[in-house]
């Protein structure tokens, strides 16, 4: 019994309308049949009639054709109206439930604004900025220190490779040379002492007494 004193909703309503409506396009399209039926019955009378000769016949016929497609042609322009007006409807439920959703998110966000502090809101959100900076801060020193770290060992070590390719490299020319060296090369005097040789005793004494020196 209570839900016989129930009050409709606005959805309710429109359900019941489209349910209407799709009774009602159901029975135009019954009615558009059974015209196309009477439709093509009246070709065959108004044929046969043709056939026989009976002109006043055909004429009546004609006539009632003629009734019978502009019902037809009625139909389908009721059956838009109908398609219109179930379209119109759905929209209007669509934006009536828009207006509510709208409502709502409206009360929200006055109850959210009305237990929200905005000093304590910016404080907040300074002190997030801060400490976001410091760990931004922290986090490039240390990759800083890592990276200064890992190039000087690299350095270091690098350094040490080319060092003892050097090393190699002198060590192998050395020995090289020392296999090869002619053993006569060893026992010629040199140019400086070939020189010095060449020098006699008087030519000494003179740049002695030259410079002096008795």
Known sequence: MASLFKKKTVDDVIKEQNK?????QRQIARDRTALERQ??????????????????????????LVQVRKQKTRTYA???KVTSMSTQTKLMNSQMKMAGAMATTTKTMQAVNKKMD????MQTLQNF???TAKMDMTEEMMNDTLDEIFEDSGDEEESQDIVNQVLDEIGIEISGKM?????????????ATSKADGISDEEIERQLKALGVD
């Not at 905005?118 to 809101?121: F, Q």
Request: proline fraction near 6%.
């Open 20 to 24: 209407e409506l799709r009774g009602t």
């Open 39 to 64: 439709e093509k019955q009246l070709e065959m009378e108004i044929k046969k009639m043709a056939k026989t000769g009976n002109r006043d016949a055909c004429k009546v016929l004609a006539k009632q």
């Open 78 to 80: 009721v059956s838009s």
């Open 118 to 121: 905005p000093k304590k809101t």
């Open 129 to 131: 900025q801060k400490e």
């Open 179 to 191: 296999a090869h060296a002619p053993s006569a090369a060893r026992k010629q005097p040199s140019a």
